[in-house]
């Protein structure tokens, strides 16, 4: 059986909870859906507001909502009000906002991209401030499944030097990272794969050893991600097509309940059992 990490008792004292559900949470890991959270969602753009919906569907609170107009508030007295924070803003203030609430104690959920590079930074401030934070480049459950057979298939292709690989990403025209953090990841997953591959490039198909990316951004698409490995005689295309926000806002929220109470840095793979 597997012991999976139980929520720190005061949060359960905290919601009034008696021992006795403490106990229980330790056979049946996923009873912690079952109490309420108060939640701060930092960024209230399309992603803020589709996760506040999902959110209240599953029984949780929205304790605080942040967006650039009132960005003062991400302070610790406010976030404090919280139980979790679930982070959607702007490449250029995620690692901020991240780290405001690690410092308050509050663990954070994060799903802005293009922030790569400091990521690792909030992963190692999350271990220093004892709290727990997960990051991921698409929290889509349909998406995560699809990463898991991208690595398959970049896998059998080392050995097939003769089919060539490329990405194409779709988002909408407000996006403002490109490539898309999930092309990336895409992309990493086939480099550690296949290696006759160096590096990626965006818009780069001059040279055998770059995988191409193309971002393409169109009016009101929520988002595709498509693999292809063309040869002479075939192609084999893996296409993911997101029909809106929502896959994504569950997946956000699924991940908040996930890491309720528990330290350290988590994955969607771990929220979504997938060894
Ligand atoms: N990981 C995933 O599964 C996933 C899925 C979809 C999107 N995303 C990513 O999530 C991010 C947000 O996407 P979105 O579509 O929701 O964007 P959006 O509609 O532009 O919303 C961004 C929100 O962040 C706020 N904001 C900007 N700077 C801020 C700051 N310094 N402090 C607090 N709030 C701030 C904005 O406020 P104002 O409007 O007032 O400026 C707005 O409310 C993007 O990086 C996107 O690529 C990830």
Request: net charge positive.
């Amino acid at each position: 059986m597997k012991i999976h990490p139980m929520p720190v008792y005061k949060n359960y004292m905290r919601r009034n909870l008696f021992p006795p559900f403490y106990v229980a949470h330790f056979f049946i890991p996923s009873l912690h859906i079952l109490y309420k959270m108060k939640i701060a969602l930092i960024g209230y753009g399309k992603m803020g507001k589709t996760i506040e919906q999902v959110a209240i569907k599953r029984g949780h609170e929205i304790v605080l909502k942040i967006s650039s107009a009132n960005k003062q508030y991400t302070d610790a007295a406010h976030l404090k009000l919280a139980d979790a924070a679930i982070e959607f803003t702007r490449p250029e203030s995620a690692r901020e906002n991240v780290l405001k609430c690690l410092e308050a104690g509050i663990n954070v959920v994060c799903g802005t991209t293009g922030w790569n590079e400091t990521v690792e930074d909030a992963c190692q401030f999350a271990i220093n401030h004892n709290a727990a934070f997960l990051h991921a480049s698409n929290f889509s459950v349909g998406v995560n499944i699809f990463f898991e057979v991208n690595k398959l298939l970049a896998s059998l292709m080392n050995s097939q030097p003769e089919y060539s690989v490329a990405i194409e990403e779709t988002h909408h025209t407000q996006k403002k990272d490109a490539p898309s953090g999930t092309a990336i990841t895409l992309a990493d997953q086939i480099l550690s794969n296949i290696s006759r591959l160096k590096s990626w490039g965006l818009n780069n198909a001059d040279n055998s050893e770059i995988l191409p990316i193309t971002a393409h951004r169109i009016e009101n698409v929520p988002g595709t991600h498509k693999i292809s490995y063309t040869s002479a005689i075939d192609t084999i295309d893996i296409i993911h097509t997101a029909h809106n926000r929502d896959g994504f806002a569950l997946g956000a929220v699924l991940a908040a309940e996930y890491i309720a109470g528990k330290k350290g840095i988590f994955t969607m793979k771990d929220v979504l059992g997938i060894k």
